[in-house]
């Protein structure tokens, strides 16, 4: 087949040169292509109905990205950059072996390598159930979706369309997923980068088409960010109807444990598995003088000490002494169905107090994030930061206990008796705010 004509060459890829390529278009789906003029390999590829920045090279054509008519100056130079820069690694890769290996990988393969790396490397940081969740983006979406592609043949539209599809997947199974199904198809994306990533590292492609700067991912909306006022005080209200119906011998949705567990949640704003729900009984100093639950290892922690201390308020102390425990079930801060296991999360709960409460769906992680932003203005900036384990010292540090302990303490008794006011908790029998 003759090879599809080329236009005069251009001294630079503009977005003049795009409009005049638009105003062209090729007429059969061969298309032909317009060239820089010197050795930089980026041209167009310009075809009935797209117009293509890329690379071609040994007679392959490598897309960075689909363009429109009406680009901007910084938008085309931003890809045509892109473009150069995976034309430079194309000749730098000639020689290497391990490229042609990755041209004959299929996404499938390059899973299962990926995989096995991740185990063998990060298998004493990171949790069972962590890569049991990455397995389960993969089986669901990724593999489905290009598993049988060889990694030349993903590219950049390919995950862009994957990304479009996902939500649409997610919500077809699940009709109350978080975000529409936007944040399962980061999580995919994230995935697909990670693995790419490691195909990089290991010589077999020469870019990553799931970067984050040629397919943005979704951005979160304010909802999924934050709980205002009126959300908290509806909140409130359906835990206090909850907790009633039990306590007068009715029908819950929720159970006692799992209520009061969302309320230690809200007040300290944990992350509510790994410091609170998979956390031991002998943990918790509920009857000291400064209450608090110590983690032995919390999020980021590299070394053989570390962790951090949960500051408790009196009714966070409250909730948790009241939390029931079967005889099999007595060494477990909350524990869960079965007989000596954890609870093990709270967002089919908190799903449930959303609904009754009529609001959005939004994850359990937007209590850690109410906590952050009510609090400001309630305590010390410093005394904000240690009670989320931003900054300060590790837990076995005794002397910074001591010392700090008292005030920190307090501080977390403030902003829960801050959080108890947005939830209502201490409106009196007449249904009036209590007085100041």
Known sequence: MPRPPARPPVDRINPAV???????????????????????????????????????????????????????????????????????????????????????????????????????????????????????????????????????????????????????????????????????????????????DFAYRSEWVTRNVASAQLVPRYEKRRSEEFLDAEAYAAIGQVLRDFETRLARGGDSPLSQRTLLALRVAIYTG???????????????????????????????????????????????????????????????????????????????AWRVVLRAAGLPEVPVKVLRHGFSTHSVGVIAPEHRAQLLGHRGRPMTDTVYLHRHGPDLARAAALVEDHLRDLLGDHQPAGGRARPD
């Open 270 to 348: 944990v992350r509510h598995r790994s410091e609170l729900l998979w956390t031991r009984l002998k943990w918790c100093r509920l009857n000291d003088a400064v209450p608090r639950i110590g983690i032995p290892r919390a999020k980021g922690d590299r070394g053989t000490e570390g962790g951090r201390w949960i500051f408790l308020g009196p009714d966070a102390v409250r909730c948790l002494k009241a939390i029931p425990r079967s005889p099999e079930s007595e060494h477990l801060t909350v524990p869960g169905d079965k007989p000596g296991q954890p609870l093990y999360r709270l967002n089919e």
């Open 18 to 196: 795009i409009k005049e390529a638009f105003r062209k278009p090729a007429p059969s789906e061969a298309g032909y292509y317009i060239l820089e003029k010197g050795r930089t390999l980026v041209c167009l590829r310009v075809r009935k109905t797209t117009v293509q920045i890329g690379v071609r090279h040994q007679s392959r054509w490598y897309s960075v990205a689909n363009l429109h008519a009406e680009m901007s100056a910084p938008e085309v130079e931003d890809l045509r950059m892109a473009a150069r820069q995976l034309a430079r690694q194309l000749q730098d890769g000639e020689g290497l072996p391990a490229l042609a290996r990755g041209r004959s990988m299929t996404l499938a393969h390059l899973y299962r390598e990926f995989m096995a790396d991740l185990r063998d490397t990060r298998s004493d940081t990171m949790s069972a159930r962590t890569l049991e969740s990455y397995n389960d983006v993969w089986r669901l979406y990724l593999l489905p979706a290009a598993g049988h592609l060889t990694l030349p043949r993903l590219t950049v539209d390919l995950v862009r369309q994957i990304k479009r599809d996902i939500p649409a997947l997610v919500v077809k199974s699940r009709p109350e997923a978080t975000s529409g199904g936007r944040c399962m198809a980061n999580a995919a994306l994230q995935q697909l980068y990670a693995a790419l």
